[in-house]
Structures are given as C-alpha cells and as structure tokens.
C-alpha cells in the first residue's frame, strides 16, 4: 500500500524557522520525484517547492525562494522542506506528493500520491 506522511508542522512566531520531513513507504522513495504543496481554505493551492528524483533542479515559488530549501536523503528515505524566516502568509496545510516520471513545472496535477498535510501556523 502506498502511503506518504509528512512529519512536522504546528505553531512559531514570524522569523522563526521550521522542518518537515516526508517519508514514503510502498515504494522506492529514491525513484520517485517529491514536492511540497500548500493550501490556505478559499484560496488556490501553490506548488511551493519540488525535487527530482536524484536531488537535482529544485524548484521554488517565488513566494519562498531564498527562505526555504528542498532536500532529500534517499538512504534516510526521507524528503525535507527547511522552511526559515517564516511569515504569516505561510501559514497553510502544506502536503508531501510523490510521483515518477514527469518531473517539470512544480504543479499539483504531476503529482500521484499525496499525504494527509500537517498544519503550519506563523503568527506576528
């Protein structure tokens, strides 16, 4: 059964700093090209950042770029989104999505297999 689960999430101040962690069982992590994605209820979800499968060519929203780093360690079969100077606008549910074979533009639709999302709060 495939499954992905992210690790992390919960409260911290603007400026602060927070890591999440994405493992994956099912399959082989290291096949499989990983991105975080982000949702705030009413608005429209944003591919926040994504990484191919062997680490290379991450990508990054504009809105993150410079503050977060995508990163991953296939022998730890784990994936990793270092998120610092966080803000309040990155408050959202942010999700761990896997998928192969079509490693791109950093877009939800690419994506097969998705975890269940961990809460992120940054407050002023």
């Known amino acids: 059964q495939v499954q992905v689960v992210e690790v992390g999430g919960g409260s911290v101040q603007a400026g602060g700093f927070m890591r999440l962690f994405c493992t994956a069982s099912g399959f082989t992590l290291g096949a499989y090209d990983f991105g975080w994605f982000r949702q705030v209820p009413g608005k429209e979800g944003e591919g926040v950042s994504c990484?191919?499968?062997?680490?290379?060519?991450?990508k990054y929203a504009d809105s993150v770029k410079g503050r977060f780093t995508i990163s991953r360690d296939n022998t730890k079969n784990t994936v990793y989104l270092q998120m610092n100077s966080l803000k309040p606008e990155d408050t959202a549910v942010y999700y761990c999505?896997?998928?192969?074979?079509?490693?791109?533009?950093?877009?939800?639709?690419?994506?097969?297999?998705w975890g269940q999302g961990t809460q992120v709060s940054v407050s002023s």
């Open positions: 990484i191919s499968s062997r680490g290379r060519s991450p």
């Open positions: 999505a896997a998928q192969r074979g079509r490693f791109g533009l950093c877009v939800d639709r690419d994506f097969d297999y």
